[in-house]
């Protein structure tokens, strides 16, 4: 069986200041880690994935990722803030003959 | 048109109602999805066709009923519904099911 959990379902950051959104998984054997970005009435936009070639993945709008075997995880992180960053992200999981899985998803909030 | 679209954007509709939801994807794709997402819950996995068969079930009510005529369209036909299932539902597809998907922009629905 595959699962996320993604820590804090809400996050607040200053503009500028670093975004670091968590995503721990569970899985048996090599999983495929993915992140979606989902603005306001919109559909979900693939920001990233991991499909076990390098373990720091880059993404859109300066976005990456680092996948972590030992701890699990796969957090997001984005050195400085934009104000048009805010939006709801959601870490999903998948393993080879499943389905996706999505964590509950984080809403970053920017200030400015 | 691009990549995945949907119609319509926002759905009310009573108790009583039939509508239908509709989903084109522009991406050559086989694989198609239904998701529901609802507030302060993790996005469900509703249908899955691949090559225009219904490969998953997600114990999804009979009042919702898929259809995919080809593999570049996917409906959903809604029937005596609920005010629980007032939900945005977003289509995905994928270039077979293990493949990376790609969202289009939801049917936010409101059932009365």
């Known amino acids: 069986a595959q699962s996320v959990t993604q820590l804090g379902s809400h996050v607040s950051v200053s503009e500028g200041a670093l975004v670091l959104l968590r995503c721990n998984y569970s899985s048996s054997v090599p999983p495929y880690l993915f992140w979606y970005v989902q603005y306001p009435n919109q559909g979900l936009q693939l920001l990233l994935k991991?499909?076990?070639?390098?373990?720091l993945v880059k993404g859109i709008n300066g976005f990456e990722a680092e996948f972590k075997k030992s701890e699990t995880s796969f957090h997001l992180t984005k050195p400085s803030a934009h104000m048009s960053d805010a939006a709801e992200y959601f870490c999903?999981?998948?393993?080879?003959?499943?389905?996706?899985?999505f964590g509950g998803g984080t809403r970053l909030m920017v200030k400015p | 048109e691009t990549g995945v679209t949907q119609t319509p954007r926002h759905l009310v509709m009573g108790m009583t109602n039939k509508k239908s939801l509709k989903c084109e994807q522009h991406l050559g794709h086989n694989a198609m999805y239904w998701y529901k997402q609802s507030a302060k819950k993790p996005l469900e996995l509703m249908f899955v066709y691949n090559f225009k068969e219904q490969t998953e079930n997600n114990s999804v009510p009979s009042r919702f009923s898929p259809e995919c005529p080809n593999s570049s369209h996917l409906f959903l036909h809604l029937h005596t519904l609920q005010p629980e299932d007032s939900a945005l539902y977003l289509c995905?597809?994928?270039?077979?099911?293990?493949?990376?998907?790609?969202f289009g922009p939801g049917t936010r629905l409101l059932v009365l």
């Open positions: 999903a999981v998948r393993v080879a003959g499943n389905m996706l899985t």
């Open positions: 995905a597809s994928s270039q077979d099911k293990v493949e990376t998907q790609y």
């Open positions: 991991y499909t076990s070639a390098a373990t």
